[in-house]
């Protein structure tokens, strides 16, 4: 993991190196083109081009990525990090990039699902209490001890809503570099 580079950096990089590449190429063939021009000048005439077009292209590139990309998939994460600790809430995440509306908009359907799944869970425990009422197994409870309103145990699922926990995604575990 310790050779993981940012996607902003590696984004960001490749232009600059083609910038450098390309001045290369453009150095090598004015020498040959270009009568009575010496290498130490070529040499110099092209490296701050380089250097200076690189670095501008490169920030500017960072920055752009950064505002339209890197900071949406940072809430996209930090919204699924929250949905994974209990927070089932729709995603709002205004954006122009039509990827990252797509995403949002499947995390969005994935937490519509969760919460269709977990009221069928309060769908199958009423069809067991009727069942339970019908058969007569009354006064039956879970491991928890739980019981509900007619004194029928609450079915154990395993597909309760929990509580949601509380906290930054620092003090719920999320991964090192995320702001919250």
Request: hydrophobic share 50%; no cysteine.
């Amino acid at each position: 993991m310790g050779n993981q580079k940012s996607l902003s950096f590696v984004v960001a990089l490749w232009p600059a190196i083609a910038i450098a590449l390309s001045m290369g190429i453009y150095a090598v063939l004015q020498y040959f083109l270009v009568p009575n021009v010496t290498l130490s000048e070529l040499l110099l005439n092209h490296l701050w081009r380089v250097l200076v077009l690189g670095s501008v292209i490169y920030l500017f590139l960072w920055l752009i990525l950064k505002n339209l990309l890197f900071r949406p998939l940072q809430q996209i994460y930090l919204h699924l990090y929250a949905v994974g600790t209990g927070r089932l809430k729709e995603l709002v995440l205004p954006t122009t990039v039509r990827e990252i509306q797509t995403l949002v908009e499947g995390v969005n359907l994935m937490i519509r699902r969760i919460e269709q799944g977990l009221d069928m869970t309060k769908l199958e425990r009423a069809v067991l209490l009727i069942i339970r009422s019908v058969t007569g197994n009354a006064n039956r409870r879970d491991a928890s001890g739980r019981a509900d309103a007619a004194g029928e145990a609450l079915p154990s699922s395993g597909r309760e809503k929990a509580p949601p926990r509380t906290g930054t995604p620092a003090e719920l575990g999320a991964p090192r570099g995320w702001k919250g």
